[in-house]
C-alpha cells in the first residue's frame, strides 16, 4: 500500500498530518478531498450502472435464445470446437538415394537431409536432383 494510503486510511496519522495545515489549508485540502472522492464514487456509479446493463442485456439474450430452442451449450458447442484445419502436405520436390541405396524425397523446406547434402558436397548440383513431372 502507498505511504498517502496508509496515513489517509489511519485516522491518528491522518488528523497528525492535518494540524500541519492552516486554517485555509485545510479548507482547500477539504475541499479538493471531497471533490475527489465524489469524482470516484461517481465513476464507481457509472461502473455498477455499465455492469447491470450488461447482465440485463444478457438475460435478454439467453431470453431470446431459449425461445428459439438454443441452450447455453449449443452456443459454447459452437465456440469451444475448432474447425478442423488440416494443411496439404508439401509435394516433393527433390529426390535421392542414401548411403544404403533407400530412396528418399525432400520438399526444400526445413533442412537439408544430411544424404542429400553430402551429395552435393560431394559436387553433385541440388537442380540435379528435381523431381521431373
Not at 485555509?24 to 461502473?47: G, H, M, P, T, Y
Not at 438454443?70 to 469451444?80: F, H, K, N, P, R
Not at 526445413?110 to 541440388?126: E, F, Q, Y
Request: zero cysteines; glycine letters at 4%.
Amino acid at each position: 500500500m502507498s505511504e498517502f494510503i496508509n496515513i489517509i486510511t489511519d485516522k491518528r496519522r491522518t488528523k497528525a498530518q492535518l494540524k500541519t495545515l492552516d486554517e485555509s489549508q485545510l479548507s482547500e485540502v477539504r475541499d479538493k478531498f471531497l471533490s475527489a472522492v465524489d469524482d470516484v464514487a461517481e465513476l464507481f456509479e457509472i461502473e455498477r450502472e455499465k455492469e447491470a446493463e450488461k447482465k440485463k442485456k444478457i438475460a435478454d439474450f439467453l431470453a431470446q435464445a431459449e425461445r428459439a430452442g438454443i441452450t447455453v451449450e449449443d452456443l459454447a458447442g459452437e465456440v469451444t470446437q475448432p474447425k478442423a484445419t488440416s494443411r496439404k502436405k508439401r509435394p516433393a520436390k527433390y529426390e535421392f538415394h542414401t548411403e544404403s541405396g533407400e530412396r528418399k524425397t525432400w520438399t526444400g523446406q526445413g533442412r537439408m537431409p544430411s544424404d542429400l547434402k553430402n551429395a552435393i558436397d560431394a559436387g553433385a548440383t541440388l537442380e540435379s536432383f528435381l523431381i521431373k513431372s
